[in-house]
T-cell receptor
């Protein structure tokens, strides 16, 4: 079956602009996660959804970052007033449900470059 | 504050030999650990996991060892194959939802 997909694969924007990154999880997966991976670092947790609700958004760096999952499937990560430091690969993952020992399946990521 | 550390950024191993990748963590509350493998331009893929109630988990050529007293885990790959060449991340969790990742070790298996 189809894996996690993310669009766009690459996004170049200018400082101060608004961007939206989309994640399509594996069909039927109720849990969805967003991570950010900066150059030379491992993925850094941002937010996780169980169904439509954000169960843990403690990783969002500031209020410029926001994510939604209105129907419990597709999720959008929104970044306002982008800064050069936001440049990174944004990874999305989904799992059948939340909790320990539920494997998270990652998408290929969206590479964001803020000029 | 890096709670999960992989101190070796790279490792080269001859095909057929054992690859040992190491990971250290600082938070004693972590109770679930995983290894992910990542190829360029792809997302990480799950490799193997271990719960804190165990000290070893084996899956084919891959074995993960956990030493809770030392807050250390390692991934052994034997025999190593050229297709194992990738970046390997270890990750740890308390709740099983928010995972803390290390910075990765790039493994090169030389044919």
């Amino acid at each position: 079956g189809a894996g996690v997909s993310q669009t766009p694969s690459n996004k170049v924007t200018e400082k101060g602009k608004y961007v939206e990154l989309r994640c399509d999880p594996i069909s039927g997966h109720t849990a969805l996660y967003w991570y950010r991976q900066s150059l030379g670092q491992g993925p850094e947790f941002l937010i996780y959804f169980q169904g439509t609700g954000a169960a843990d958004d403690s990783g969002l760096p500031n209020d410029r970052f926001f994510a939604v999952r209105p129907e419990g499937s597709v999720s959008t990560l929104k970044i306002q007033r982008t800064e050069r430091g936001d440049s990174a690969v944004y990874l999305c993952a989904s799992s059948r449900t939340s909790g320990p020992q539920e494997t998270q399946y990652f998408g290929p990521g969206t590479r964001l470059l803020v000029l | 504050d890096q709670q999960v550390k992989q101190n070796s950024p790279s490792l080269s191993v001859q095909e057929g030999r054992i690859s040992i990748l190491n990971c250290d963590y600082t938070n004693s509350m972590f109770d679930y650990f995983l290894w992910y493998k990542k190829y360029p331009a792809e997302g990480p893929t799950f490799l193997i996991s271990i719960s804190s109630i165990k000290d070893k988990n084996e899956d084919g050529r891959f074995t993960v060892f956990l030493n809770k007293s030392a807050k250390h885990l390692s991934l052994h790959i034997v025999p190593s194959q050229p297709g194992d060449s990738a970046v390997y991340f270890c990750a740890a969790s308390i709740t099983g939802n928010q995972f803390y990742f290390g910075t990765g070790t790039s493994l090169t298996v030389i044919p």
